[in-house]
């Protein structure tokens, strides 16, 4: 019988494991060590990290949709770090994404296993769907980064008594929220982020503040304004609200924070074919209320608060000024809005895959 040395064919272990359900490329791995590698290579290239419990020094690792992976289904961060080659550290290699899902304990410090991601293309931090948990820092090197927003923006929202005290804005005050040491920012390195708003209007500024000084590195931000599954949408943003002031409001803060980073902004275009037109309108005349250096004079803008009484929340009076509206427009020059199909397919989603909660993969 003729024998095929794999090593020497691996395209065609490859094609073959392409064909493979999860549980027949676990029965695969016993064919032989080199087929238990190639095997174990590809279902690391993905990975769910979760953490064991609010006092672990450990995560459970999966794959997405929760499927376990028999080489590697956990990992500890100190161990890992302490020794010079950890027997697991190949495994991750050549993994391309990697998700955090919900609040990791900061007994567990994730960044320690940073100098082994050596190919990461993606991070996500997603929320946690049972309590909306989510991780406060960015601990592993990666290319795209994609952030959620959560309705509390409160990282472990199990702890009753830090939901008490009202938010994070202090992280100094907040230890408990990240390992010692550990500051919230942005990877220099990082050349994209993508902002899922998931349906809400909570800025994910308030979620993750560093977003509002992203390194130099940055030269993207997406926006996606609705949550997707499939076709269908969840959430929606109702022009007129409340809740589209502060999206524009707090849209226009971060594209003028971040000055040299070009904006794209998904989904508006679902609420109606002419929305991205009037958001863009909302955008220039939040910008109106700022006092630009060089430009606006003492008194020249001012917002009028009305929360209780009818009409519009916020009105924003400004004296016109033809360099004011030339400073805004250069803002908003690097602003561009795409469907859900078009940014998909900028992605390599085809349409018939969309799904944004899981696109940047």
């Known amino acids: 019988m003729a024998m095929l040395d794999m090593p020497q064919f691996p395209h065609i272990l490859s094609s073959v494991m392409s064909y493979c359900s999860w549980s027949t490329l676990i029965t695969l791995r016993l064919v032989s060590k080199n087929v238990r590698t190639a095997v174990d290579t590809l279902q690391c290239t993905h990975l769910v990290l979760i953490d064991t419990d609010l006092l672990g020094t450990a995560v459970n690792v999966y794959a997405p949709g929760m499927l376990r992976i028999p080489a590697l289904q956990t990992c500890s961060p100190i161990s890992w770090s302490q020794q010079p080659v950890h027997p697991k550290a190949a495994l991750v290699a050549n993994t391309r994404v990697v998700d955090i899902l919900g609040f990791v304990s900061t007994t567990c410090d994730l960044t320690l296993l940073a100098p082994h991601f050596k190919r990461l293309d993606t991070l996500r931090m997603p929320t946690c769907p049972f309590d909306g948990g989510f991780t406060p820092y960015f601990p592993v090197p990666a290319k795209t980064l994609v952030l959620f927003t959560n309705n509390d923006a409160i990282p472990n929202p199990i702890d009753m008594e830090l939901r008490a005290f009202g938010g994070y804005d202090d992280y ?188 940047e993969h």
Request: hydrophobic residues 35%; proline residues 7%; contains cysteine.
């Open 172 to 359: 100094d005050e907040e230890p408990e929220v990240l390992p010692k040491g550990v500051r919230p920012s942005i990877p220099d390195g990082v050349t994209k982020v993508v902002v899922n708003m998931k349906g809400t209007d909570i800025p994910i500024a308030d979620v993750h503040g560093c977003i509002m000084d992203a390194p130099k590195s940055v030269k993207e931000i997406v926006i996606i304004l609705l949550k997707y599954t499939g076709r269908s949408l969840v959430g929606e943003l109702q022009p007129g609200l409340m809740g589209e002031q502060i999206v524009s409001m707090d849209t226009a803060e971060l594209i003028s924070a971040n000055k040299d980073v070009n904006f794209t902004l998904v989904g508006f275009d679902e609420i109606r074919a002419s929305y991205p037109a009037k958001f863009r309108s909302l955008l220039a005349n939040e910008m109106r209320a700022y006092n630009v250096k060089g430009i606006d004079q003492p008194g020249d803008n001012v917002v009028e608060c009305n929360p209780f009484g009818p009409g519009p929340r916020r009105v924003i009076k400004s004296k016109y000024r033809p360099e004011k509206e030339a400073w805004i427009e250069g803002v908003l020059s690097k602003v561009t809005f795409k469907s859900i199909y078009e940014y998909a397919r900028t992605c390599g989603r085809p349409d018939e895959e969309v799904h944004l909660d899981f696109v």
